[in-house]
T-cell receptor, first 111, second 116 residues
Framework: DVKVTQSSRYLVKRTGEKVFLECVQDMDHENMFWYRQDPGLGLRLIYFSYDVKMKEKGDIPEGYSVSREKKERFSLILESASTNQTSMYLC??????????FGEGSWLTVV | AQSVTQPDIHITVSEGASLELRCNYSYGATPYLFWYVQSPGQGLQLLLKYFSGDTLVQGIKGFEAEFKRSQSSFNLRKPSVHWSDAAEYFCAVGAGSMDSSYKLIFGSGTRLLVRP
């Protein structure tokens, strides 16, 4: 089975803190994604990466950055967390042209 | 611009009743369409997908969906709902090249409640 692991399920951070959300996949997938999920808005794409060190902005990249130094790991970074970034964050991965698989999500609360 | 609309925020059905969840999309080219399900506190699981061919696609857990190009719709159906089907359902369209890299554009979701 495909495994997409988000190491932190629940986080509480203070406004202004730098936050790292880590995601690891074990299937040698080329593509990795970070989505944000909010009630009534569905899932919105923040960033995606189709290869190591490659990244593209999604629909809502403001306030976020990403890092992909190794194929299996894709990190989402909040440089200075704000309360409007309180949300559920979902990581996903896929092989080219195939099904996109999701992790279980990371609930981030910024106080 | 590509978009997906799920007009029903909530749907309540009785256990054993039939179910239809609506999905409409806007996409310039041939759409690649997906339905995902999310149980509370969990990630998303793929129910079924349409890339080409037969417009009626079968998925897991007894779900099916029908692609209707003339109506720009991809509605999800199940003939008899079980209490374990209570979850949130997301329709999505794939944007990009299906042969290499594509991303998913999601609707806002429909929450299904099942009455005993």
């Amino acid at each position: 089975d495909v495994k997409v692991t988000q190491s932190s399920r629940y986080l509480v951070k203070r406004t202004g803190e730098k936050v790292f959300l880590e995601c690891v996949q074990d299937m040698d997938h080329e593509n990795m994604f970070w989505y944000r999920q909010d009630p009534g808005l569905g899932l919105r794409l923040i960033y995606f990466s189709y290869d190591v060190k490659m990244k593209e902005k999604g629909d809502i990249p403001e306030g976020y950055s990403v890092s992909r130094e190794k194929k299996e790991r894709f990190s989402l970074i909040l440089e200075s967390a704000s309360t409007n970034q309180t949300s559920m964050y979902l990581c996903a991965s896929s092989r080219q042209g195939n099904t996109i698989y999701f992790g279980e999500g990371s609930w981030l609360t910024v106080v | 611009a590509q978009s997906v609309t799920q007009p029903d925020i909530h749907i309540t059905v009785s256990e054993g009743a039939s179910l239809e969840l609506r999905c409409n999309y806007s996409y310039g080219a041939t759409p690649y369409l997906f339905w995902y399900v999310q149980s509370p506190g969990q990630g998303l699981q793929l129910l079924l997908k349409y890339f080409s061919g037969d417009t009626l696609v079968q998925g897991i857990k007894g779900f099916e969906a029908e692609f209707k190009r003339s109506q720009s719709s991809f509605n999800l159906r199940k003939p008899s709902v079980h209490w374990s089907d209570a979850a949130e359902y997301f329709c999505a369209v794939g944007a990009g090249s299906m042969d290499s890299s594509y991303k998913l554009i999601f609707g806002s979701g429909t929450r299904l409640l099942v009455r005993p």
